[in-house]
């Protein structure tokens, strides 16, 4: 009686670890788990034709005009009709009037929707603890706004002013959280204990070999390969204390704001303290490409 196949799994590459379980923190999701939703990009400029011709009132006018005719068998009407709609779609793309009250207004509303989208979708793609932190966050913020909104200090082009920059905190604190989270994900997968152990077999092999020896120079050059790599995640995780910590003084900062808004005096002590965390969240955005550039040039895709 033949013997059944065994599936062979090949072990992991010196110095990762092996694939997480299915379904695990860091893994790949379950079978059940459906992809996410691309999101559509929205176009850099209004498309103002597509806006006149896709208007429903336009589209409702056309119809009639085609339906009567059609009613009426009279062929001239549906004529007309398309001949008042190709005039249409000449003279309303171009309107200055159309685009100041009309076609602009609706291209920011569907900015605002994209931007929304997007910012679910990274929201969505946090652990559960970061999620959660973002949802206190904007929490905070809407109270930031409430309680700015009955101090009578704050005049509403000021107030205008200092909560669009809680806005661009709370959008910096979901790309810090996303970051963190990836690269938390990344060096879960290496193992670090691996890479000692080859660090410390090739150091053995570099100084065994004589001079001149094949061996040695190969030696060498893994043991160069294998210190680059320990020194990147230092670099890593040099990164994730630091930006951890931002996230932690960002959160910390909302609330001290919350509680000081009500008495505060002048909008320059709002806008001081918001600054401050601003030039924090910029100062990190910078060491965040710099680790990207170390992801990449490790071929980690991450």
């Given at each position: 009686m033949p013997r059944p196949e065994r599936s062979v799994v090949p072990p992991p590459l010196p110095g990762?670890?092996?694939?997480?379980?299915?379904?695990?923190?860091?893994?790949?999701p379950s079978p059940q788990a459906e992809p996410p939703t691309p999101?559509?990009?929205l176009p850099e400029k209004p498309p103002y034709l597509a806006?006149?011709?896709?208007?429903?009132?336009?589209?409702?006018?056309?119809?009639?005009?085609?339906?009567?005719?059609?009613?009426?068998?009279?062929?001239?009407?549906?004529?007309a009709a398309i001949g008042l709609e190709g005039l249409w779609l000449l003279w309303a793309p171009d309107s200055k009037t159309l685009k100041t009250f009309v076609w602009d207004r609706k291209f920011d509303q569907m900015k605002a929707a994209h931007a929304e989208r997007e910012r679910a979708d990274r929201i969505g793609r946090l652990g559960p603890a970061d999620r959660a932190r973002v949802t206190n966050l904007v929490g905070k913020q809407a109270e930031i706004q409430q309680l700015a909104s009955r101090n009578p200090s704050f005049t509403g082009e000021l107030l205008r002013g200092e909560l669009k920059k809680t806005e661009?905190?709370?959008?910096?604190?979901?790309?810090?959280?996303?970051?963190?989270?990836?690269?938390?994900?990344?060096?879960?997968?290496?193992?670090?204990?691996a890479l000692e152990r080859d660090r410390g077999r090739?150091?053995?092999?570099?100084?065994?070999?004589?001079?001149?020896?094949?061996?040695?120079?190969l030696a060498r050059k893994n043991l160069s390969i294998i210190l680059r790599r320990l020194e990147k995640m230092k670099e890593i995780r040099q990164y994730l204390t630091v930006a951890r910590g931002q996230l932690d003084?960002?959160?910390?900062?909302?609330?001290?704001?919350?509680?000081?808004?009500?008495t505060m005096q002048s909008p320059q002590e709002l806008s001081g303290q918001l600054n401050?965390?601003?030039?924090?969240?910029?100062?990190?955005?910078?060491?965040a490409v710099d680790t990207e550039q170390v992801l990449n040039a490790l071929g980690t895709g991450a």
């Open positions: 990762r670890a092996g694939p997480p379980a299915t379904g695990a923190p860091g893994g790949p999101i559509e990009p806006f006149a011709a896709m208007n429903p009132y336009n589209l409702s006018l056309l119809a009639g005009g085609l339906l009567a005719s059609v009613l009426t068998l009279n062929p001239v009407v549906a004529l661009r905190l709370v959008e910096a604190f979901i790309e810090m959280a996303t970051t963190s989270g990836r690269y938390e994900e990344y060096l879960a997968s290496v193992d670090i204990d090739w150091e053995r092999e570099a100084n065994a070999a004589g001079k001149g020896d094949a061996r040695a120079d003084l960002i959160e910390n900062s909302f609330q001290l704001i919350a509680d000081q808004i009500v401050e965390l601003l030039d924090g969240v910029e100062s990190i955005r910078q060491t």
